[in-house]
T-cell receptor, first 114, second 113 residues
Framework: ETGVTQSPTHLIKTRGQQVTLRCSSQ?????VSWYQQALGQGPQFIFQ???????GRGNFPPRFSGLQFPNYSSELNVNALELDDSALYLC?????????????FGPGTRLTVL | GNSVTQMEGPVTLSEEAFLTINCTYT??????LFWYVQYPGEGLQLLLK?????DKGSNKGFEATYRKETTSFHLEKGSVQVSDSAVYFC????????????FGKGTHLIIQP
């Protein structure tokens, strides 16, 4: 069984640019969530997708957007990058979207904004 | 809103010592509680979870009991090993996934031989 994978591993962008991060869910999982983890902090919830629809969103501006595809892979897009967007971006998938369901995390994408 | 508070680190222990990492929470409804571990350069791995009051989660010698009366979910291990060195995160999920997981800031654990 393949776990959650993310690409790329590392990325360097400059302020004002746009970036797309990708995630492949664990086999059979139809829910994906994205988190931002700043250095030395716990992950912060960005949004969740369930069956290609946004199911919930944290306190992030609209320039953070996402997609989920029919095969349940997902993208996180960030427009107009700011220096504070530098962080580890984590994708997590779960079988269902209930509060008892375990979210399985990928290794993350390290984004550096210069 | 939801919040998780865990003890600040780093926590430094000798091998075979007893470990406790405190975690308390504030949440609406009846959250599920989780402990995740993050090894250097890696993503988060689920360590254990509990989905209702008085449940005990356990894995790899680690345990935590869901205490609704004290809103706590403290992580314990009887005898730590050098390989347990990592960052530990306490988290809750109260919203059926729509609010995502709410994490604490993490506790860096260092085990010395």
């Amino acid at each position: 069984e393949t776990g959650v994978t993310q690409s790329p591993t590392h990325l360097i962008k400059t302020r004002g640019q746009q970036v797309t991060l990708r995630c492949s869910s664990q086999s059979g999982h139809n829910t994906v969530s994205w988190y931002q983890q700043a250095l030395g902090q716990g992950p912060q919830f960005i949004f969740q997708y369930y069956r290609e629809e946004e199911n919930g969103r944290g306190n992030f501006p609209p320039r953070f957007s996402g997609l989920q595809f029919p095969n349940y892979s997902s993208e996180l897009n960030v427009n107009a990058l700011e220096l504070d967007d530098s962080a580890l971006y984590l994708c997590a998938s779960s079988l269902l979207r209930g509060r008892t369901d375990t979210q399985y995390f990928g290794p993350g994408t390290r984004l550096t904004v210069l | 809103g939801n919040s998780v508070t865990q003890m600040e680190g780093p926590v430094t222990l000798s091998e075979e010592a007893f470990l406790t990492i405190n975690c308390t929470y504030t949440a609406t409804g009846y959250p599920s509680l989780f402990w995740y571990v993050q090894y250097p350069g890696e993503g988060l791995q689920l360590l254990l979870k509990a989905t209702k009051a008085d449940d005990k989660g356990s894995n790899k010698g680690f345990e935590a009991t869901y205490r609704k009366e004290t809103t706590s979910f403290h992580l314990e291990k009887g005898s730590v090993q050098v390989s347990d060195s990592a960052v530990y995160f306490c988290a809750l999920d109260s919203g059926g996934g729509a609010d995502g997981l709410t994490f604490g800031k993490g506790t860096h654990l260092i085990i010395q031989p």
